[in-house]
Each structure stands twice: as C-alpha cells, then as structure tokens.
C-alpha cells in the first residue's frame, strides 16, 4: 500500500443521510444489511444526529469513506459488535458501484484494521460474507482476513436460505 492513501475515512455529517438514503434502500444490499424494509429520511437523519462516534459506547460506529482527491463520499464502513473485553469487532464495508473495481474497497480496510489494530488495541477484527459473494471474499482476503468457518443456512434469500463464511483478521502485535 502507497504511503498516501486514495481515500480517507471521516464521522458522520448531517448531509450523509441523503447517499444513506439511496444506499440503505438499494434491495440488492439488503441481504447482507438484514434490512427488512426501506429507511426513511427521518431516521437516517435522527441515527446521524444520535451518533455519538464512539464505538466503546456505542457498540457500533458507521465512518464515511472519502476520496482524498476529491472529497466525494464514495463508501461506508461499519463497525460493529464491539466487544472491548475480548477486544474484538466485527466490520462491514460498501463501496458505492461507480467506485467498485478501482482498490478503494482495500485501501478502506487497511485503514480500518490500522484505526482498529493501532487506535482502540483491538486483538481481531470478522466479518461475514456469504458464499456467492467471491468478490468481497476476495478482498477480504487479499486484505489479511482469513476464513475461519462457516455459517448454514444463515442469510434468508428470495432463493432459500445461503452459507456464510466467517472471516478474522488477527492483530499480530498483541
């Protein structure tokens, strides 16, 4: 990875809720969100306002993905499940489609395993991907994530019940 990264990740701005609002009602991303049902403006607007970007507290914390060229919002990155006693947490990525297949999706996971690792001392971060997705398998991969098991029959689809693999990526330093 360059020294300079393309993109960097920044906290939440009031303005979000409106790529929020297409991302998070995108169907296709619903299997992997478990979104039951369309967000209204109103809550993404109420979750942006009651975000306290503190994962500690929280339990979760949503980071927007920026290209450092531009400024433009091209992504989020989620952490979730924040277990500070067995310092783990889990992670979710989404790269808008204009931006997909350009290596902003890694460079967002380098960062977020240094802000993870270095910043709050975690010792592993996981993640979930289902089988069918062997792009995002494949970036979890090449961004140090190693398969450590499967799910059955975890996600519900339109086409019966999918596997999920259940990656972690290990902070070698503690």
């Known amino acids: 990875m ?3 990264s393309s993109v960097r990740l920044r906290a939440l701005e009031p303005e979000d809720w409106k790529i929020l609002y297409q991302w998070e009602n995108d169907m296709k991303n619903w299997p992997v969100s478990q979104t039951l049902a369309p967000y209204s403006k109103y809550v993404l607007q109420e979750f942006i306002k009651s975000s306290n970007n503190n994962v500690f507290v929280d339990k979760q914390l949503r980071l927007m993905v920026e290209k450092t060229s531009t400024d433009e919002t091209i992504g989020v ?26 290596g902003y999706a890694l460079e ?4 977020a395993k240094t802000l993870a690792f270095e910043t709050w001392n975690v010792h592993q971060i996981f993640c979930h991907v289902m089988h069918s997705n062997q792009k995002s398998l494949k970036l979890f991969q090449q961004a140090g994530f190693t398969i450590v098991g499967s799910k059955k029959d975890w996600i519900a689809t ?4 999918e596997d999920v693999y259940f990656l972690q990526c290990l902070n070698a330093q503690n």
């Open 108 to 111: 967002t996971l380098q960062l």
């Open 77 to 102: 990155l989620d952490f979730f499940e924040m277990d500070a006693l067995h310092k783990r947490v889990g992670i979710g990525i989404l790269i808008g489609e204009s931006f997909r297949h350009c």
């Open 2 to 4: 360059s020294t300079r």
């Open 158 to 161: 339109n086409e019966g019940y």
